[in-house]
Every structure is written in structure tokens, then in C-alpha cells.
């Protein structure tokens, strides 16, 4: 029991009847200090940076840690390769299998389809254009179709007129491209139409002279003057207004001038026959500026435009025992 002369003792230490150890008496002053000295000797935390961990062992306690990790940022500062080896590296077996297989596809069909390129452009390298004539290929050659064809009439041989054309399609610079496109046209015509190729003569970008209907035969290539006339379609489009039109080459020219030779020699032709464009007896734009400007330079080219508006009976009555030379 204390009295009022203990006040100022903080504490007694008394041993009581049997008691093995010394006991401790403390009033609530020296509890208040003790507990203030306790807290002022534990640390304070106010930021705690943790690595590959989630969770610390701070004092008695086991505290868990929340880790934020920021992708976007951390993506940012990665190069390429390493980003690469960071995704390989923690995806699973199955995923990089999957991988690797579409890896090998990819580079599996590149292969295949550079391997084809280069044969093909082999391939066409190595193509030799053979026809069976140097430049005059007649129906056989080309396997045309037969077709039974009306006869010019004897009184309009030999003839005093060449109409030229061009024939609008895909231009041809080999033989059997050349060939083949005769074949679809002769088809498209007959199944169309109901008769034969118009032309008489055909003229090959590849500078060959390709047979139609053929000498002495009534075409169908201008109307109005396919009964007195000879008519000679170059293929391809010559309108140079279009993108990609056909240029006249020197050799188109020089195999015309033998097939007009030849039809003069054979008699089919009269050796002061006239040259003219579709565009100079109907209103059309055949046979392509380009063509036209060509054909315009021609010693025979009709510059008086004589034939425009006749029929065939008035160009023979009007031209039948005259000279034609310009």
C-alpha cells in the first residue's frame, strides 16, 4: 500500500513470501513513458519500393504488396528484338509451335511463288516464235474455221480501192498470239453476226500479213463498199487519244506495201489503185489518228477523197477507164 511519501518513487521492488523473482510495481506515469519511448523507437514508413516480391515481412507482420506495373511505358523503352525475345520468352510451348508452323508456311509459299516467277519468266524467255511463213500466213496457218465467202463480181476486177482499218482489240507481237486472236475473233463474228472475219487481209503488230477472207472475196468491213474494195484491218487500237493505244512500226508498213505488190501482180489490184481510211468514206474514227497520219504518207493514199458518197456501180462508171494516179 502506498502512502503519500511514495508518490515520488517511480517504483518498488519488493520480494513477497515465496516468491522466486523480484516483482515490478509501476503507476500509470511510467506505462505512459514506456509506451512513448516504445513508439518513438519503431521506424516510420511512408514509401516502400519492392522487387519480385509480393509480400513483406515488416516488424511482426507479414504485409501484402500491391505491384502496378506500367505495360505501355515499359513496352516503349524495349527495342524490337528484345520486345520479340520478351513475348517468345514467356509464351507457352504450344504458342511458339503454332508460331514456328505459320513461320514455315509463310516461308514455304514465298518461295514457291519466287520459284514459279523466275520459271515463268524463264519459260518466256526461252519461247521461240516460229510461224510457218516469215510474214504471210494464210487461213491454214492460223487455223481458221472454213466458211463459204462470196465472190467479188468480175465486173468490179480488178479492183481500184484499199479501205484500212483497225480492228480496236488487244495488240499481238508473236505469231501464236497473233493466230489465237484471229481465232476468237473469226468465232465471235460467226457466232454474232453469222459470217466470216471482215477483212480481207490482217496486219500483226509482229509485222506479219494475215489472212482473212483473202483476195477476190466480198468482205465485210465497210458498208456500202465491201463489193468493190479490198479491206486490210491492222490489229490493235490506234486512237492516240486512248492510253494505251498501238504504234504503227516500220515493218507493218513494209509488209503492207509486198501484200498490196502481191495483189497488183496477181491482178486482183489495179496498179494505180487508191489507199484510203474507213474515216474518209463513213463517219467513223477507224482507223485511229495514229494509223490515219501513217497511211496519209502513202504514194497511193487518195488525198482527193474522190470514192466519198458513191456506190460501188458509180465508182465504176465514174473511174472504170480513167487514170487514178493523184
Known amino acids: 500500500m502506498w502512502t503519500e511519501r511514495d508518490n515520488g518513487n517511480d517504483a518498488i521492488a519488493c520480494n513477497g513470501p515465496g516468491t522466486a523473482n523480484p516483482v515490478v510495481l509501476m503507476d500509470d506515469r511510467i506505462l505512459a513513458a514506456a509506451s512513448s519511448s516504445m513508439a518513438a ?18 516488424g511482426p507482420k507479414f504485409v501484402s504488396v500491391t505491384q502496378n506495373v506500367q505495360n505501355a511505358e515499359m513496352i516503349k523503352e524495349l ?13 507457352s510451348r504450344t504458342e511458339r509451335l503454332s508460331c514456328a508452323a505459320a513461320l514455315m508456311v509463310l516461308i514455304t509459299c514465298i518461295t514457291l511463288i519466287i520459284y514459279f516467277t523466275v520459271q515463268t519468266t524463264k519459260s518466256a524467255d ?11 500466213i494464210t487461213r491454214e496457218m492460223w487455223l481458221a474455221q472454213p466458211y463459204n465467202n462470196s465472190l467479188i463480181v468480175d465486173s468490179f ?19 501464236v498470239i497473233c493466230a489465237a486472236q484471229l481465232r476468237n475473233m473469226q468465232h465471235y463474228f460467226i ?25 477476190n472475196i466480198e468482205g465485210a468491213h465497210t458498208f456500202g463498199y465491201n463489193r468493190c474494195s479490198v479491206g486490210i484491218g491492222f490489229i490493235g487500237d490506234y486512237r492516240e487519244e486512248m492510253p494505251n493505244h498501238s504504234r504503227v512500226t516500220e515493218a507493218q508498213m513494209n509488209r503492207t ?7 497488183v501482180q496477181s491482178g486482183y489490184l489495179r496498179d494505180d489503185f487508191l489507199v484510203v481510211g474507213a474515216k474518209d ?45 493523184n
Open 157 to 175: 476486177n480488178p479492183l481500184m480501192l484499199v479501205v484500212v482499218q483497225h480492228t480496236v482489240s488487244s495488240p499481238c507481237s508473236k505469231f
Open 126 to 136: 526461252l519461247f521461240v516464235d516460229k510461224p510457218p511463213h516469215e510474214w504471210r
Open 191 to 215: 457466232g454474232t453476226y453469222n459470217y466470216d472475219i471482215p477483212y480481207n487481209f490482217l496486219i500483226g503488230n509482229d509485222g506479219r500479213v494475215y489472212e482473212g477472207r483473202g483476195w
Open 281 to 325: 468514206l463513213r463517219d467513223t474514227a477507224s482507223p485511229g489518228s495514229i494509223l490515219y497520219n501513217a497511211i496519209r504518207k502513202l504514194p497511193n493514199y487518195d488525198r482527193k477523197n474522190r470514192f466519198s458518197n458513191l456506190t460501188c456501180e458509180q465508182m465504176r462508171d465514174a473511174f472504170g477507164n480513167s487514170s487514178l494516179i
Open 257 to 263: 506495201l509486198m501484200l498490196l505488190a502481191e495483189g
Open 41 to 58: 523507437s519503431t521506424p516510420q514508413v511512408s514509401n516502400l519500393n519492392v522487387n519480385k516480391s509480393s509480400r513483406v515481412h515488416i
Open 79 to 91: 527495342s524490337l528484338p528484345k520486345y520479340l525475345w520478351d513475348v517468345v520468352k514467356n509464351s
